[in-house]
């Protein structure tokens, strides 16, 4: 694997200069989700990998979702019986390879008289959830009556309820999902550059056989040939394949999915709610985060950019008012709102209304070579990565099919996941002063790579340090994250990697200075580099466009 020159940051991360003039069975274009995943894939078969990234990693919809592992209950009433299967034996693959990143998280779906979806129909849909996952007993579902559900849920509306239904899912962390992903890719020999962004294509005979990539941070460009190009952009997928043949018609039809995040305490739940919304009776969610809460998601047709792609004051409305519809004491406003993310999700176009739209993911070969997949789940990643390896092997020339590897990506924990975290590692957090959030914190985010901090912390115990006064993050984390976790921005870390931006109520400005501080002799900024860095993200913290509304 080509090591960068240069400090440690960027470990992992090759400069674009490096690339220049080589070449590799496989480029993927496009660092989220699943570009990572096919990163990961085909370098675990044995396959030469590139992958450029045009911004930071899950910069796009990998890091706006639901941060939902699961089957997707609500597809049962589309009758996609083969998706729910798939993402619920996907589910279960994940919450072994990533357990700190992946945690089981009980649902309550509270019914109300008129609800378009009735108890009787809960109860059935949710019997055939459980027969699909192969639920173990403690984790079926179950059907409470009114009492029982308030009894579970206080502050939920008690006129015209039912009763309601139990089940388990799972939450993850999607950002550092795909960050985990990449890293396994890169262990296994892939070459990633992030800040790359491709400009153009190199055709040989009318066929792609390379591409041109400009460096988004550094400057320069480079040239890097490939047997097989495939794009893995998600809501850029159009635009990719334009760029290639400009007469391409479009593949997608892309949504709005917007979740606002507001203080817990306003809401009052104790644990994830689905509900359907008394506006347009569309299943939403209610899901705790910590200290905060965020409500989503819209599912709205837009033809916005995917990079300038926010919340809108009707978007804002629409969560809060359904929000409040269950929780009448909540009483939320847009003044409430701490923070908001917003994504396209890039669907596959076809009729009907955005909630009938198929979810299932297609791979779509250009007349040129360029081979695009589109749709899928963030559930299902793993699985969609290796049907798009599976359809660029078959490209490559018979004798360097010959000696490829079966991808084990099912067995092979991602970093952080190799075991649960000891309850010594715990212990030891509190030998070095670190507070019981903040080991939590840690557990949660690095897994067992839990002691690679503490050991930080040990040698320097200034880093022991919160990073904010309002977060349990440390500035240990900040070294950490600089060395392992592929961080070239400012906002890299404090949007993608640690979520201080959602989770402060000054998304994070507070600790953009000590932060940028802590980067920079990692990777080498000078003290101009370092203001505009801190300059940068407080226009970011203070930006928010989509509180507009207030």
Known sequence: MTQPAGPAPTAGLVPLSELHGTRADLLVIGGGITGTGVARDAAMRGLSVVLVEAHDLAFGTSSRSSRLIHGGIRYLEHGQLGLVFEALAERAVLRRLAPHLVQPLPF?????????????????????????????????????????????????RERGLVGAGRYFDAQCDDARLTVATARSAIRHGARVATYAEVTGFVLEGGR???????????????????????????????????????????LLRTTRGVHVVVPRRRVGHHEAIALT?????????????????????????SAEAPEAVSATSDDILYLLRSANALFPAARLGPEDVLATWAGLRPLVAAPGTTAQVPREHVIVEEPNGLIVMAGGKLTTYRRMAADLVDRAVRRLPAARRAGLRRAATEAEPLPGGEAAVLASTLA???????????????????????????????????????LHPDHPAVRAEVVHLARRELVRRLDDLLVRRLHLYYETPDRGAAAAAAAAAGLAPELGWDEARVAREVDAYLALAAAEPALSCR
């Open 277 to 301: 919304s008394p506006i347009d009776g569309r299943v939403m969610f209610v899901l705790p985060w910590g200290e905060q809460t965020y409500i989503g998601t819209t599912d709205t047709d």
């Open 208 to 250: 792609v056989a390379g591409v041109r990539v400009a460096d988004r941070l550094e400057g320069g460009t480079a040239t890097i040939a490939a047997t097989v190009v495939l794009g893995a952009v998600g809501p850029w997928t159009d635009r990719l394949r334009r760029l290639a043949d400009p007469s391409a018609a479009p």
């Open 108 to 156: 309550l779906f509270p019914v109300y008289e008129g609800d378009r979806i009735p108890l009787w129909k809960l109860r059935l849909g949710m019997l055939l959830y459980d027969l699909l996952a192969r639920a173990p007993r403690a984790m079926r579902h179950r059907i409470l009556d009114r009492a029982a559900t308030l009894a579970a849920e206080p502050a939920l």
């Open 428 to 466: 030891r957090a509190d030998a070095l002063g670190l507070a019981p959030a903040t080991a939590d914190h840690l557990a949660r985010h690095y897994g067992t790579e839990t002691d690679a901090v503490l050991n930080l912390v040990e040698r320097e115990p200034a880093l022991r340090a919160p």
